[in-house]
């Protein structure tokens, strides 16, 4: 019997409008949103941690505080200094300390102003070099990585060697002007997804301060330690040395010391943001999908009455036509799931190749047959609850008023 | 559930004082069926007229348990069904009586076959029954190389030939027929009716109700005429006679179409008078 109502109700189905079609835009987008949040998950994590630069490499980074603009401890009331840098090297458990510079620069190509972008200095010795370039993800594509003496010579970023409109592909051997001075291309960067290192300029230290005049200025410190397993006491340590050197109290710190973890503690809170945000929008869409339901139902009774009298007077019960109506709904309500679901798959399939194909991952989508199938069963059940009132209403129908419809 | 058992010899449905009222204000109260009292013996042909507002319907619509009296009993094969609950109603629906309409009332989503086999569903026939059985009563009125087809695709005759195998799903005692000709041409009506003559001749009782005089004196065997909610007149047909005397008929429509014009002079003919043919 229950696959009768179900063939009744499909029969229906197909003969309906574009009017009840569009009801289903509810569920459609509430299910597309939850199946593709999910099915995406894994892939936002990394997107959003190579758009926020979080490295996979353990290292301490430490920053002015308060809020800033533009490079990391640009416009800072109490800039990170060199003085910083002494006082961290001494600190327990603390490798190396490298002073880092970031600033904006105007970079031109051919003479054509293109951009302000960021460019970061290269410290002196081989192993703060390498260590900042493990940090960065720095491996060359094309040409050479910087060498301590080039001043006059820059490596750049992934983005720069692809062709747009306001420029050609830039090539080894390039002449490009930041800030009116002229630099040659010596590298150019392997493409890491991320925004902030595939633009990225870098330049010897003496250059950079050449162009930029910081003084004993640092953006950042970056923090190797001798045991990364004590990456949260020799940050405990770093605050409190720094502490004491600016005289600051705990709460008032003019500085902030991140670890890979704090940084992702900070991404994964983004991306909770944003999958509450799109949980939200899920709900709307679903409450409006419901109140579609609702409404193409309850026009479908007042259509249909005539139709409800002809099946009462051929021996239909009451509840014969409340379930015929009830199934009714929740086979709505289920396509709307299963286009969703089809939607949000394909959402998750194309999503994830294409953070494979920008960030170089090999990230696979994550389809959850027990997601899809508890979508598909969601969705026949808050079609199905929308129907319940409408279905009632055609149930107690009178027949004979039903038949003249 | 309230099921008085009543063996009447022969009678299938009797109406015992019948009256449905409609209220539509604190004053005005609609005397649609205002004291019928009739029987209708099992393998009748019976034919109801009347003029517009006379109560045919509404006593076909009683007499089919798709509406109860106000007061009165009305027994189906020795059940009252006067005061059975809506769900035992939709159960003698569905399963003693089979019903026509003029507009034929098919249910556009579905094809003819479909359409037949709609009424077995509801009394809870597996699909493959209900298909085969369809397709013999699709046979029956020679529509079974229409299966497939939906109404749209149907002219008025089939259609009606569709609704009459659909009448026929469950295999009921009582076709009901609402002015079955009502919306077809002459030839096609006389099919029509010719279905229904046939189904008569097999046992069925029909009760038609048609504003056609020569339909009622071509296949009833009894024939009511209602005004204004009462039985003013029965004509019947006498043992052996084939049909029913013509002028009579006639006579009974054209005493029913000038009380209609006389509408205002009301007759309290409570049962009527009878005559015999």
Sequence with gaps: MISDYFNLAFKNLKHRGVRSWLTLLGIFIGVVAVVALIGLGAGLKTAINSQFGVSTTELITVQAGGVTFGPPGSGAANPITTNDLRIISNVNNVDLAIGRNIGTLKIEFRNEAVAFISAGSLPSGKEERDFVHEANQAEVMDGFLLEEGDTNKVVLGYSYSVKNKERGAVEIGDKILLNDKTFRVKGILRKTGSFITDYMVLLNEAPMEDLLDYGDDLSLIVVKMKDKDLMDKTKLDIENALRRYRDVKVGDEDFVVSTPAASLKTVNSILTGIQIFIVIIAFVSVFIGVIGIVNTMGTSVVERKKEIGIMKSIGARNENIFWQFFIEAGLLGFVGGLLGVIFGTAITVFGIFGINYQFGTELVPDINLFLIFFALLGSFCVGAIAGIIPAMNAAKQNPVDALRG | ?277
């Design chain 2, 1 to 277: 559930m309230l099921m008085e058992k009543e063996k009447t010899k022969n009678v299938i449905i009797e109406l015992k004082n019948i009256f449905k009222y409609y209220r539509m204000s604190e004053d005005v109260l609609v005397k649609a069926v205002d004291g019928i009292s009739l029987s209708v013996k099992q393998g009748e042909f019976v034919a109801i007229m009347g003029p517009s507002g006379s109560g045919k319907s509404t006593c076909m619509n009683m007499v089919g348990s798709l509406d109860v009296p106000t007061k009165g009993h009305i027994f189906l094969d020795g059940v009252n069904i006067s005061e059975l609950h809506e769900s035992d109603l939709a159960q003698i629906r569905g399963k003693k009586i089979g019903f026509i309409f003029q507009s034929f009332n098919l249910i556009p989503n579905l094809t003819t076959l479909e359409n037949v086999a709609l009424p077995m569903m509801f009394q809870g026939i597996g699909s493959e029954e209900r298909k085969s059985r369809a397709m013999k009563f699709l046979k029956l009125v020679e529509l079974d190389s229409r299966e497939d087809h939906y109404p749209n695709e149907l002219s008025g005759g089939q259609k009606q030939r569709v609704a009459i195998a659909r009448s026929l799903a469950n295999e009921p005692e009582v076709i009901l027929a609402d002015e079955p000709t009502g919306n077809l041409d002459s030839k096609t009506g006389k099919i029509v009716m010719d279905f229904l003559e046939k189904m008569n001749k097999s046992g069925r009782t029909i009760i038609m109700v048609t504003h056609d005089p020569d339909l009622a004196q071509e296949y009833a065997d009894v024939v009511y005429w209602l005004k204004d909610g009462k039985v003013e007149k029965t004509t019947r047909r006498k043992p052996g006679q084939k049909k029913l005397n013509r002028k009579l008929v006639e006579n009974i429509a054209e005493t029913g179409v000038s009380g209609r014009l006389r509408a205002s002079s009301h007759v309290d003919t409570l049962g009527g008078k009878e005559e015999v043919d």
